[in-house]
């Protein structure tokens, strides 16, 4: 069967937000601006990238029954690292983010490819792919903070979180035409449920597609 | 931060390391009460198919088809 | 702070699914039928109480005294990690029939961003161990109540028409902006 799945469509069937439905805590909860979905995105590519790496190093020696606290360990360190650089360097975005910095520990996409992928592969692969899927989250996050925040507050925002000077800050609807609804619990989980679905209907259609190939090619 | 207190803290860390390595082994060593080995949680709508629960789900299907 | 007043607060005005979003993947995944939901919720109101409790203790006797305060993230999941481990063992020498509730659901909990989240809030906010006993039972019971509403609703929604691209998932987040919504109307009560 041919490959036609090209790096697009991978990206957004398995998407680990919207496809897998992995990281959701914090997708819904801090995906009021933009500036909160890059500083998460960067910190949990940084994570997932490092932590693929160690997993990978020790995958050899580590006996099978303990390997989940061995992970637990290395990944607690790498975000404990993460928040207090955070904490240092950038203390707007680490008020911004709160408590789903520490999160990041218990975040299902983190222990999920240490122990789905790098447990089994090489350092190398494992890094690509703890970037691919971090790069993945990122533009999840940043497509859900996008909406809310155009939506919830009409403007769009970007600031320096390392010294709060402003990157870019367009109003985009008029004001007294946002929907404040947007930027609270419910928005969050309206506006995930609709990308769910997006992403849903897109596999739908890539099924369908395959399905009437497979057809075509058994009947010929 | 003085030397005492960075041994204090690997010590600390080793410790509850070493205590989680030691329960891990005993859970695992404790066998499941009778009529209770066939208990699979239902979460298959759950995305995380990388999960211990459905790894183990996943190694007795294939074990039980050969 | 009122003890009660606490405890509605963590229960139902933060509820820590609908109003501080942590909890979310076992929400979506064992929440389609009620009888995994209530051995779920069960399982994490056992294992909240306990490791925050621990967790508390831990913080307060161990790492205040040694100004390893930095050192509590690393801590709390490693306590928690193996508290959970020690409840399952528990449970599986002392109550079969609990087991047969709730055991198969406490691997899932020590990545639950609930546990770590009540251990952490506890600190966060100062109280002292009444006060943690307290805001861990609502904040668990609040996680129970969503888990177990959630599952009915769902549970109902089974024979219905949902669109294709909702089922499933998706169809679970339009409830929760619902739920959230009903919920949100008790913000500023406390």
Redesign the interface.
Known sequence: MEKKQGFFTKLLVENPVFGLYLGICSSLAITTTLNNAIGMGVAVIFVLVFSNIFVSLVRNITPDDIHIPVYIVIIATLVTIVKMVIQAYAPSLYTALGAFIDLIVVNCIILGRAEAFASKNSVGASAMDGLMMGLSYTLSILAMSFIRQLLGTGCLSLSNPFNNATIFDIRLLPQGYEIPLFTGQTGAFLTFAVLAACIAAYKNHLDTLEKEETKKGATK | MSPLSIIVAVILVVGLFGINVWLYRANQATPVPEGCEDLTPQCATCGIVDCAIRSKQRKGEENGNR | MNLFTLFLSALLINNII?????????F??????VE?AIGMGLAVIFVIFGASVLAWLLYKF?LVP???E??E???F???I??FV??V??FI??TS?SL??QL???L??I????AV??AA??NI?EGYNLIETMVNSLGIAGGFMLMLVIFATIRERLQGNNI????????????I???M??AF?SLAGLV
């Open positions: 609908l109003a501080k979003f942590i909890g979310i993947c076992p979506i995944g064992v929440s389609s039928k995994p161990v040694l100004e390893l930095y050192m993230l690393i801590c999941i490693l306590l990690a193996a481990q020690f399952e063992m599986k020498k079969p087991y047969q055991g198969i659901y691997p899932l020590t990545t639950n961003c770590l989240y952490q809030n966060s669109p294709k691209a909702f089922q499933g998932n998706p169809i679970a987040f339009i929760a902006a619902i959230a919504l949100s």
